[in-house]
């Protein structure tokens, strides 16, 4: 029996109809994966659940009992809570206070108690089994322990719904683990789970049933046991994804555009040397902590403390200046785009066009028709679905954000370009759209530069894949010698390159 209904939801933002009619029952208990392509209304419809956004028309049931979910408090006293893309905490405040925010203990005088405070966000934490101090300050925690306290605050207050959006997008695979098992604990106790996701093979393992939205409006419903990804990507996209060799692969290479040499930084990572030619996708693997980030950061000039060589095509740059590194070519997408690609209070053009500035300006004047025929230009090619480029980015779905921090450094035309986690959280159909998009620069004889935690993205990208652990590069593999078991070994040091 349906324990939640969605029934006719609708919901318009200014300029884009984000669902259109939605309808579909969840059953008490299970975990219920929503899944459909960047911008088809998944976390929208999560947020009218949890109180966040209201829906303009439409039904939501709960038990039999239609329910008004009009504020995140609103929907926690029905029994309803989030645990967000977006961790919501406030970093400078401890565990306990976080979770006690919307109900602190105090004594008389209004005074805070502090003793029943760290009491009760232990019984919290305990209760979800999570082993975190209660004193230590949220900004201090790692992604996957700070979303454990989320979901303690969202169990402690008792929900029996609790939504999911993208928890795994910014987790090790120790602490994917950690949730996994976490999620299966809940369902056992009869919490029902709405669990958001771009990521097929989770969905698959873990969910009961799965949902698919395309472009606001309901596809399906079907038991997992019943479907396979294949036909649930027919059903988010409307069409088949063809997996293609890189074309690229074919292609000559061409000089050397890109050579670090003995590059260090204290604390992070020491001697790494490496080159990559015109037209190569050279692939960077390792795990969390291995130093991926922190070399594309020192090669663009972002570590004052570097010390090494960094040449392009053939000059040597000066080590901890990003304007001498763009202005010999090289360009950086880094993997957080909300805090490091993008300024979310600027709109789509001022975004994409941020990198470009210096080509678009005289005497300090900036050419708008010029910046808006660049920008347009690039937001065509990527297919950036939004209502106009002067909506705010903030606006827009996570693939759509991904596709301007890429046009970004594409308007700038960068000669070597350095791509830091290129799909992470974005759908099937967005990460099609992006490989195609690093083959065809590849092609045209861009050299490249690729992060991932997704194996099989650089396995299907790369000429070669060098893989760092702990702050040095362990080794390189040639794409003759590419499977994800081997890689995973060198990663973690169980066997050499």
């Known amino acids: 029996m349906a324990f939640l209904e969605f029934d006719r939801i609708t919901k318009r933002f200014p300029g884009a109809l984000a669902l259109d009619g939605v309808s579909f029952a969840v059953e008490r208990g299970s975990c219920h994966a929503l899944i459909g392509e960047n911008g088809a209304g998944k976390s929208t419809l999560g947020r ?13 049931r709960l038990d039999g009992r239609v329910i008004h979910p009009t504020s995140p408090l ?12 977006e961790l919501a905490f406030c970093p400078n405040l401890t565990v306990a206070e976080n979770l006690c925010l919307g109900d602190l203990p105090r004594r008389t005088l209004g005074w805070v108690d502090r003793a029943a405070l760290r009491e009760r966000a232990r019984r919290m934490l305990a209760e979800i089994g999570a082993d975190i101090d209660p004193d230590a300050v949220i900004g201090t925690l790692s992604t996957g322990r700070e979303q454990l306290v989320q979901i303690a605050a969202a169990v402690g207050s008792g929900a029996q719904v609790i939504v999911m959006d993208e928890p795994t997008s910014s987790l090790s695979s120790g602490e994917t683990r950690e949730l996994f098992r976490l999620i299966g604990e809940l369902k056992a106790r009869g919490i029902t789970l709405i669990y958001v996701s771009h990521r097929m093979e989770e969905l698959f393992a873990l969910c009961d049933h799965v949902t698919v939205l395309r472009d606001g409006r309901f596809v399906a419903t079907e038991a997992i046991a019943a479907t396979n990804q294949a036909r649930v990507v027919r059903q988010m996209t409307g069409r088949e994804l063809l997996v293609q060799t890189p074309a690229h692969l074919t292609r000559a290479l061409g000089d050397e555009f890109l050579r670090v040499e ?11 040397n490496f080159a990559v030619r015109a037209g190569e996708v050279v692939g960077l693997a390792g795990l969390v902590g291995a130093g991926r980030s922190e070399v594309a950061q020192a090669i663009l000039g972002l570590d004052a403390a570097a010390t090494g060589r960094v040449f ?22 880094p993997e957080d785009r909300k805090r490091q690609g993008l300024v979310l209070p600027l709109n789509c053009r001022e975004n994409a066009a941020l990198a470009a500035l210096p080509l678009l300006s005289r005497a300090g004047w900036v050419d708008r028709t ?37 046009a970004k450094w594409l308007a700038r035309d960068c000669d070597v370009l350095i791509v830091d986690e290129p799909t992470r959280g974005i759908d099937v159909g967005a990460k099609a759209e992006i490989y195609q998009l690093l083959d065809e620069l590849a092609g045209e004889g861009k050299a490249l530069l690729v992060i991932s935690s997704e194996l099989p993205e650089l396995i299907g990208l790369c000429r070669r894949i060098l893989v760092m652990r702990e702050g040095r590069l362990a080794g390189e593999v040639a794409r003759e010698n590419f499977s994800e078991h081997g890689l995973l070994e060198i990663m973690a040091g169980v066997a050499a390159a």
């Open 48 to 60: 009218i659940l949890a109180g966040v956004h209201r829906a303009d028309s439409g039904e939501i």
């Open 74 to 85: 609103a929907a926690r006293q029905l029994g309803i809570a989030m645990v967000h893309q």
């Open 262 to 272: 003995n590059l260090s930084s204290p604390g992070h990572f020491s001697a790494v």
């Open 312 to 333: 392009v095509r053939g000059r040597e740059l000066k080590l901890g200046a990003m304007d001498t590194a763009m202005a010999a070519g090289l360009g950086l997408v």
């Open 370 to 406: 010029a910046e808006r025929a660049l920008v347009g230009r690039y937001a065509q090619r990527l297919r950036v679905r939004t209502a106009s480029l002067e909506a705010p980015i903030s606006s827009l779905s996570g693939g759509n954000q991904q596709k301007l921090a890429l």
